[in-house]
């Protein structure tokens, strides 16, 4: 089993900047890839960023590329989402989770374990 525990979020005004972390333990051999994801209120969860343990490969949704940037500690089994430029529209919860595919997985349903969230919101 696979524990996943964010944390660094909160309350920002726009413009303003916040690090995510994302702290992973237990069975996490053969995972392939981090990512992170936001549910806003009344909207689905969706893919924000993706990087894989083994490569130095980092994808990003289109609606945070250029603002948000995604790194890993692999001694520390960590991975971490520093946001730049925050927007009111970028407020939601933010989960980090763990993918067994290959390539570069954006579907909720390509990822296997979920963190519990961190709460993330951008206002004046």
């Known amino acids: 089993q696979v524990q996943l525990v964010e944390s660094g979020g909160g309350l920002v005004q726009p413009g303003g900047s916040l690090r995510l972390s994302c702290a992973a333990s237990?069975?996490?051999?053969?995972?392939?890839?981090m990512g992170w994801f936001r549910q806003a209120p009344g909207k689905e969860r969706e893919f924000v960023a993706g990087?894989?343990?083994?490569?130095?490969?980092?994808y990003y949704a289109q609606s945070v590329e250029g603002r948000f940037t995604i790194s890993r500690d692999n001694a520390k089994n960590a991975v971490f989402l520093q946001m730049n430029a925050l927007k009111p529209e970028d407020t939601a919860i933010y989960y980090c989770a763990i993918s067994r595919m290959s390539g570069r997985p954006v579907a909720e349903d390509d990822y296997t374990d979920w963190g519990q969230g961190t709460q993330v919101t951008v206002s004046s």
């Open positions: 990087t894989r343990w083994s490569s130095i490969t980092r």
């Open positions: 237990g069975r996490t051999f053969g995972s392939n890839v």
